[in-house]
């Protein structure tokens, strides 16, 4: 196990009608001002944002509003937003919605007090010093960006999806209330479990060694979304699976099941370009690339394949030849996404062989490699989209 800090200062608040203590919460955490950003609509139907607003009036916050975040979310809004924050001199953000609402906030939470464009956070050219505070009520349990500190944004111009992490923007509160997912699409709830499932992936697939605590970790939580997925499928209003799902999302993503051991993360970055082009679901996006990696690269360490195969897929080790063992855990893992509605080749996520070269393109990796578990060129990165485009059950 190599050397590590945990960080994880988010205040979780879990369970039936937590929303209602958002007021309490962001006056805990010093808001007196707030920015209440959301989404599409679905958190405004649904009467989240009428519990919201009452329970901020209730705490005697003031808050102003901002909605019509777009999933993969835009740069043109988070200018908007940031604007707003300054005009109004809020001193806290609210996110009520999911990943995208989340992290277009934390956006907003970096641009108000920087000087520059903050685009310069999201191309590397400049290091956060100082954000606004963020807190959320989360409606989908996917992104995991209720407990990490990373934030990914589209820009409109040019399609360029692109991340930033630091602690700045992680968030102070989070109220996770299983009940408020029971309205989400099967459609949705599929993609978000697939976007769990790939967080403990890209962390389970390492180089480190003797990292049993995590590795026992991250199968807990991959066992749990093969058992409950299925089941909130079957029925959407199923409180307890909605429940273990949602922590399943957080746990996945604070860290907690990566923490000392090299991660890999390509997978991520090969699917953020299907997400800026096609703008498909993330999850949809990684059900179809994340086994096509595992083909890639599983030769690289076949008894790690084999390993996840035998415990979360519960296949029988072919101690003779572990390759057999390694490959069946990938089909078993393509079948199941396949099961809960995820598409597995470009066909069905609607993406098109032909546009392989630009993808690669704009990944920009150029005649260098990636890092992680396998570094990759833009080669490897092209035959990972053409493994992707063809795959089959
Ligand atoms: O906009 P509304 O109307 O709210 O509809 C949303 C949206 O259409 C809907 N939805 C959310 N909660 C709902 C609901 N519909 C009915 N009932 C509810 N309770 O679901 C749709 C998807 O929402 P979105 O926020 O886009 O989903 P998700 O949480 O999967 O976020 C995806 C974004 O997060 C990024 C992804 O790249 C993508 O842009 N990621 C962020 C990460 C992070 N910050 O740590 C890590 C991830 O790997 C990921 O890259
Ligand atoms: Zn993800």
Same mark, same amino acid.
């Given at each position: ?16 009608? /937590? ?5 309490? %919460? ?24 009428? *519990?919201?607003?009452?329970? &901020? ?8 509003? #901002? ?9 043109? %809004? ?5 604007? #707003?924050?300054?005009?109004?001199? !809020? ?46 009520? &989360? /409606? ?28 700045? !923007? ?13 309205? $989400? ?23 480190? /060694? ?12 991959? $066992? ?17 699976? *909605?429940?273990? !799902? ?30 800026? &082009? ?7 996006? &990684?059900?179809? !690339? ?21 415990? +979360? ?35 069905? %996520? ?8 630009? %993808?690669?393109?704009?990944?920009? +990796? ?15 990165? /092209? ?11």
């Amino acid at each position: 196990m190599e050397n590590f800090q945990f960080y994880s200062p988010t205040e979780f608040v879990f369970g039936r009608d /937590t929303e209602d203590k958002a007021g309490e %919460l962001v006056k805990k955490h010093g808001g007196s001002k707030v920015l209440i950003h959301y989404g599409g609509g679905s958190a405004e139907r649904s009467g989240l944002l009428g *519990r919201v607003r009452t329970s &901020l009036e209730k705490a005697g916050v003031s808050f102003i509003e #901002l909605g019509g975040v777009k999933p993969n979310p835009r740069d043109t %809004l988070v200018y908007e937003g940031i604007e #707003l924050c300054r005009r109004d001199g !809020i001193d806290f953000i609210l996110s009520v919605g999911g990943g995208s609402v989340i992290d277009s906030s934390k956006a907003i939470a970096l641009g108000v007090p920087y000087s520059g464009d903050f685009w310069d956070f999201y191309c590397d050219k400049a290091v956060a010093k100082a954000a606004l505070p963020v807190g959320t009520v &989360l /409606t989908i349990a996917a992104a995991g960006s209720e407990g990490s500190g990373d934030s990914v944004i589209t820009k409109e111009d040019g399609g360029l999806k692109r991340g930033t992490g630091t602690d700045l !923007i992680r968030p102070r509160f989070s109220i996770l209330d299983p009940q408020l997912t029971c309205t $989400l699409p099967a459609y949705q709830t599929a993609c978000g479990a697939t976007d769990i499932m790939a967080h403990v992936f890209e962390r389970y697939f390492t180089n480190t /060694t003797e990292v049993e605590v995590t590795d026992r970790l991250c199968e807990a939580v991959l $066992l749990t979304m093969i058992k409950e997925t299925p089941r909130v499928i079957a029925d959407p209003n199923n409180y307890d699976a *909605r429940a273990n !799902i949602m922590w399943a999302g957080t746990v996945a993503h604070t860290n907690i099941v990566g923490v000392g051991r090299e991660q890999d993360w390509n997978s991520h970055g090969i699917e953020h370009e299907l997400s800026a &082009l096609y703008d498909c679901a993330h999850g949809a996006g &990684l059900a179809v !690339i994340m086994p096509a990696w595992m083909e890639f690269v599983y030769r690289h360490d076949p008894l790690r394949f084999a390993q996840a195969a035998t415990r +979360i897929w519960g296949c029988q080790m072919d101690f003779g030849n572990p390759e057999v063992t390694a490959l069946e855990g990938i089909k078993r893992f393509r079948s199941f996404l396949h099961s809960i509605g995820m598409p597995i080749n470009f066909a069905e %996520l609607g993406a098109r062989e032909e546009d392989i070269p630009a %993808l690669v393109d704009k990944f920009g +990796i150029g005649d260098g490699k990636t890092g992680g578990f396998v570094h990759l060129s833009a080669e490897d990165i /092209t035959e990972i989209y053409r493994i992707a485009a063809k795959a089959e059950l």
